[in-house]
């Protein structure tokens, strides 16, 4: 099993009425788990619970003034952020026996990240094209490279990871 398939990041398949049931219970399960840390750690913060792109997704969001506090949550690069995400899937499939592909937001970083992403494989992508070559990114996390590889495909170029964490990276390859 490849590094991004252990993070969760296959291609989504259309999802029947029974998996759309089991991913809303574990954004329910999830859901649970994350008020009761809030609770611990004294802050404030809305779940919001969805079902995107063939997984759970559950967020975490405040009005302004407490979302300093929740961008706390998140830490640097979005550090705290995947902890948390791994240890609430942990606690869905501690209830479920199932590993989970649930993804996290806190404070909307993910959202935002994602539109960074976008812009960046975007530029990369254009770079490909005028020059023929393929074109090598940062290392990334695997949401991040995720990220990437739709852009890419979406513009009809192909892309792969190479490398292994923490250097893992996406390439880029001409049509």
Same mark, same amino acid.
């Given at each position: 099993m490849s590094e991004? =398939?252990?993070?969760?990041?296959?291609?989504?398949?259309?999802?029947?009425?029974?998996?759309?049931?089991?991913? #809303? =219970?574990?954004? =329910?399960?999830a859901a649970d788990y994350l008020e009761e840390l809030l609770d611990i750690a004294d802050l404030d913060?809305?779940?919001?619970?969805?079902?995107?792109?063939?997984?759970?997704?559950?967020?975490?969001?405040? =009005?302004?003034?407490?979302?300093?506090?929740?961008?706390?949550?998140?830490?640097?690069?979005?550090e705290v952020l995947d902890a948390m995400q791994e240890l609430t899937r942990l606690?869905?499939?501690?209830?479920?026996?199932?590993r989970s592909r649930l993804m996290l937001d806190i404070a909307g970083y993910r959202k935002g990240r994602r539109r960074e992403l976008a812009e960046i494989a975007e530029q990369a992508i254009r770079e490909v094209r005028a020059s023929g070559s393929r074109q090598a990114l940062p290392p990334m996390n695997p949401f991040e490279r995720k990220v990437v590889h739709d852009v890419?495909?979406?513009?009809?170029?192909?892309?792969?990871?190479?490398?292994?964490?923490? #250097?893992r990276h996406v390439v880029i390859h001409p049509a």
């Open positions: 991004d =398939e252990k993070a969760g990041v296959e291609t989504p398949r259309p999802a029947s009425s029974e998996t759309i049931k089991r991913l #809303e =219970e574990e954004g =329910e399960i913060g809305d779940i919001d619970i969805d079902v995107d792109h063939g997984r759970a997704a559950v967020e975490i969001v405040s =009005e302004e003034d407490g979302s300093r506090w929740l961008k706390r949550l998140v830490g640097k690069d979005g606690a869905v499939q501690a209830r479920t026996g199932e890419v495909a979406a513009a009809g170029l192909v892309s792969d990871s190479e490398g292994v964490e923490p #250097e």
